[in-house]
């Protein structure tokens, strides 16, 4: 790391996917700690319609501004657990998770297919809406439309050019993921899954799964940009009481004979 114009500059090298034995400089700025936000101007039903649809808006506020045309990195951190599209109440929940099943579903997609989804979705449920017929039907599906109308001119007044997107997906708890289905503008790096491992030993390895997106390795001319893709998988949450049950039931038992046979 160096200063800069008073900016903290960084320099970091990353294999090459297509050459592991070349590495890539990416040279830059430290542009800080962005926050991310809900977005406040929407209203009650608003949210209620997008949490039909299984959306979220959130608002990203940069520490430092972007300039046009400016390349900048971006990452991302979300905790796999809260947001997934099972939704149970708290009695499911312990149902499942006693009969080990809590297994929950999951789907990541990339920036340039969420927002066609979210149109799309907010256009179905105007349509369906209308179709309903009633007054309050009538008045969601207004709520919806203008949604949709606020988003929509949100995206057409701004473009972001994905270069190179990359996903690490850490399964954590869920040791048990299962039909991991992909489809779009997206590539696998390495094996899949793979284990990062310290090379000093310092930590436990860890299961990873990785993708790669973007224009500096997909140049696809079916797709609406390079970083449309989707990801759907289901992961289960290992019930570690369930396991040790039977030997429960077995030191029961033993215990039951020994005072049998002392009585």
């Not at 349509?127 to 007054?135: K, R, S």
């Not at 949709?148 to 057409?156: A, D, F, G, M, P």
């Not at 799964?209 to 989707?230: H, M, N, V």
Request: proline share 5%; with cysteine; net charge neutral.
């Amino acid at each position: 790391m160096e200063i800069e114009n008073d900016k903290m500059s960084i320099t970091i090298k990353q294999p090459n996917p297509n050459s592991p034995a070349e590495l890539i400089p990416y040279a830059g700025y430290i542009a800080g700690i962005n926050h991310i936000e809900l977005r406040g101007d929407l209203t009650r039903n608003s949210w209620k319609i997008l949490t039909e649809l299984g959306f979220s808006l959130y608002t990203c506020t940069l520490a430092t501004p972007m300039l046009h045309n400016e390349a900048r990195w971006f990452r991302w951190y979300v905790h796999p657990y809260k947001v997934s599209l099972s939704r149970r109440s708290s009695i499911m929940w312990l149902t499942d998770w006693l009969l080990n099943r809590l297994t929950s579903l999951y789907q990541i997609l990339g920036p340039g297919k969420v927002k066609h989804q979210l149109l799309t979705s907010l256009a179905t449920y105007v349509e369906q809406a209308v179709l309903e017929g009633t007054a309050v039907e009538y008045s969601t599906a207004a709520e919806a439309q203008s949604l949709l109308r606020t988003i929509r001119s949100e995206l057409n007044d701004s473009e972001v050019n994905i270069r190179d997107w990359r996903l690490h997906l850490f399964p954590g708890i869920f040791r048990d993921l299962d039909r991991v289905i992909t489809d779009g503008d997206l590539r696998v790096c390495g094996s899949l899954p793979n284990y990062i491992v310290d090379p000093l030993d310092r930590f436990p390895s860890e299961l990873c799964y990785q993708w790669k997106a973007g224009e500096e390795y997909i140049c696809s001319k079916t797709r609406l940009d390079p970083a449309s893709f989707d990801i759907n998988f289901s992961a289960t949450m290992p019930n570690r009481f369930v396991r040790i049950i039977p030997w429960i039931g077995l030191f029961l038992a033993l215990l039951g004979i020994v005072l049998g046979l002392k009585c």
